[in-house]
């Protein structure tokens, strides 16, 4: 008989599940099961996993109650370096990077979440360390923005300046800290600002932002959504 007799879907996502016998096949109906990635992602296991699973796991890693050396986080991440530098991993990691899976989970993983201190002083950190790496930007950008402006400039008569062409135009506000632009046509003296989707949390943050550049540059100033 073959295995592939022996099947049911999934009753969350509805992929085939395969079974080698009829008692396996009859008691997974009976219980309901679903398939591993519904099952690990299910909010009673995620909460299981992090209260016991996790240290379990823990005790069993050979770093468990261990600090790494200078000279292993060196090594780590020369070879981490090594690794990504490849042509196949880099297109592999893109194209998960670049999926709509991808971004929508981290959408939703993120959403809501109030950073605290501790953590927004880390990341200041980070961005500062990636500033003297890149040389122009002290945030992360979206190269589809990028590729937005351009599209934008090109039928409106802009030349904005943006992070793929020139980087990110800084203006300093009134704290000495600077406002990185997502464009900038520096003879129209226009500023472009793509709204993503996380701008819905941050409106009155953006709206004070604007006001203020506005005021230094005595600018044309305009949002559009991507």
């Not at 008692?23 to 990635?37: F, G, P, Q, S, V």
């Not at 194209?95 to 501790?118: C, L, M, Q």
């Amino acid at each position: 008989m073959k295995i592939t007799e022996h099947k049911r879907t999934c009753p969350s996502c509805g992929v085939i599940l395969y079974y080698s016998t009829k008692y396996h096949l009859a008691r997974a109906i009976t219980k309901n099961t679903k398939c591993k990635n519904c099952y690990m992602s299910s909010e009673s296991v995620r909460k299981k996993l992090s209260n016991i699973a996790k240290k379990r796991i823990g005790k069993l890693n050979s770093m468990y109650g261990k600090k790494r050396t200078d000279e292993q986080k060196k090594l780590i991440s020369i070879k981490t370096k090594e690794a990504m530098s490849t042509p196949e991993i880099r297109t592999k990691m893109e194209k998960i990077w670049n999926s709509e899976e991808f971004k929508n989970k981290t959408s939703k993983t993120h959403s809501g979440k109030i950073v605290s201190a501790e953590t927004r002083l880390k990341m200041s950190k980070s961005a500062k360390k990636r500033v003297k790496r890149q040389g122009f930007s002290a945030s992360s950008f979206n190269p589809d923005a990028c590729i937005l402006i351009e599209k934008y400039g090109r039928e409106r008569g802009y030349n904005f300046q943006h992070a793929l062409n020139g980087g990110e135009f800084k203006v300093k506000n009134s704290k000495g800290k600077h406002y990185y632009l997502d464009g900038y046509d520096k003879e129209k003296n226009v500023v472009l600002e793509v709204d993503e989707n996380y701008h819905k949390y941050t409106k009155e943050y953006d709206r004070k932002r604007q006001e203020e550049i506005i005021n230094i540059l005595d600018c044309k100033f305009i949002r559009i959504p991507i």
